[in-house]
């Protein structure tokens, strides 16, 4: 069943829970993430970064994307995760995307505040919801950033609930990615996450849903934290991708003396994997466990 954000994210609010929003840059993970949200009843966000172009063109995945949330048996949102561009953004929403973010979390606030306006102009045309970002996280959605981000708080720029009010306002959006602690990739060190970050946000925003990205690696207690706190979207992608590249590593190592290593195996082997990873985090963002 394919929604927009807008209104998977009022579901969120309306269970107190959070939505997974899941990162598909190929088959086996888009199969893995819907039949795990079908299988717990669950809404999901199926989305596809700028930067995993080079992986496989959004040309190709996206419309396999947008009709496999159409076949779903739950409410599927079908989001684009770090638009850094308003072409690429059009890109998207020509392909039937129900949920665009721009990325302008490096521009200056008011060139950010400017081409946000503009996205949500361009998705107001088809029935699409925006989703934004303001303040920084260090690293870069791939995992790049200056050097020694993720390892301290010294490359972060904690998101502003004052600018968010005047950024939420000025520019309509319906879901904001804050800066309170997260990185995106993995953790080279505990994350200190500061939640009043997320309950200010809230409280001078209107209650805007707000997403955390850098989900991996975040422990379960503080993800019901932030859930309670306010946090209605999680992105989450690198702990589910290097559970399916680990269970096709150790398939590898145990057939390679004893018969032929089939690429279709590799990938079964490895969409299970993830499909139970993903379980887990859909059970602890919709405070299932």
Same mark, same amino acid.
């Given at each position: 069943?394919?929604?927009?954000?807008?209104?998977?994210?009022?579901?969120?609010?309306?269970?107190?829970?959070?939505?997974?929003?899941?990162?598909?840059?190929?088959?086996?993970?888009?199969?893995?993430? &819907?039949?795990?949200?079908?299988?717990?009843?669950?809404?999901? &966000?199926?989305?596809?970064?700028?930067?995993?172009? *080079?992986?496989?063109?959004?040309?190709?995945?996206?419309?396999?994307?947008?009709?496999?949330? %159409?076949?779903?048996?739950?409410?599927?949102?079908?989001?684009?995760?770090?638009?850094?561009?308003?072409?690429?953004?059009?890109?998207?929403?020509?392909?039937?995307?129900?949920?665009?973010?721009?990325?302008?979390?490096?521009? *200056?606030?008011?060139?950010?505040?400017?081409?946000?306006?503009?996205?949500?102009?361009?998705?107001?045309?088809?029935?699409?919801?925006?989703?934004?970002?303001?303040?920084?996280?260090?690293? %870069?959605?791939?995992?790049?950033?200056?050097?020694?981000?993720?390892?301290?708080?010294?490359?972060?720029?904690?998101?502003?609930?004052?600018?968010?009010?005047?950024?939420?306002?000025?520019?309509? &959006?319906?879901?904001?990615?804050?800066?309170?602690?997260?990185?995106?990739?993995?953790?080279?060190?505990? *994350?200190?996450?500061?939640?009043?970050?997320?309950?200010?946000?809230?409280?001078?925003?209107?209650?805007?849903?707000?997403?955390?990205?850098?989900?991996?690696?975040?422990? %379960?207690?503080?993800?019901?934290?932030?859930?309670?706190?306010?946090?209605?979207?999680?992105?989450?992608?690198?702990?589910?991708?290097?559970?399916?590249?680990?269970?096709?590593?150790?398939?590898?190592?145990?057939?390679?003396?004893?018969?032929?290593?089939?690429?279709?195996?590799?990938?079964?082997?490895?969409?299970?994997?993830?499909?139970?990873?993903?379980?887990?985090?859909?059970?602890?963002?919709?405070?299932?466990?």
């Amino acid at each position: 069943m394919l929604v927009n954000l807008k209104e998977i994210l009022d579901i969120a609010e309306h269970r107190g829970i959070a939505v997974g929003s899941f990162n598909t840059p190929n088959l086996e993970s888009l199969l893995a993430v &819907i039949g795990a949200a079908e299988e717990l009843d669950i809404p999901v &966000i199926i989305q596809f970064a700028q930067c995993h172009e *080079p992986w496989i063109p959004l040309s190709v995945i996206g419309p396999i994307m947008v009709e496999q949330a %159409r076949r779903a048996a739950v409410p599927v949102c079908v989001h684009l995760d770090h638009g850094e561009t308003l072409d690429y953004l059009q890109k998207a929403l020509d392909l039937g995307f129900t949920g665009i973010m721009y990325d302008g979390s490096v521009l *200056p606030y008011e060139e950010n505040m400017r081409n946000t306006k503009k996205a949500v102009t361009m998705a107001s045309k088809y029935n699409c919801g925006v989703e934004a970002e303001l303040g920084s996280m260090g690293r %870069r959605e791939s995992g790049a950033g200056e050097e020694g981000a993720g390892t301290g708080d010294d490359t972060k720029i904690y998101t502003d609930p004052v600018l968010a009010r005047q950024f939420v306002a000025g520019t309509g &959006i319906d879901a904001l990615a804050c800066s309170f602690g997260t990185t995106h990739g993995i953790y080279l060190t505990k *994350p200190k996450l500061d939640f009043d970050v997320v309950r200010n946000v809230r409280e001078q925003a209107g209650n805007i849903p707000v997403v955390m990205h850098g989900g991996s690696g975040v422990s %379960r207690e503080d993800f019901h934290t932030g859930i309670k706190a306010g946090v209605r979207k999680v992105n989450y992608f690198t702990y589910m991708d290097k559970s399916g590249g680990n269970a096709a590593a150790e398939y590898v190592k145990g057939t390679m003396s004893e018969e032929p290593v089939f690429f279709s195996s590799v990938a079964a082997t490895a969409e299970k994997a993830m499909k139970e990873n993903v379980r887990d985090a859909m059970k602890t963002f919709a405070l299932l466990d």
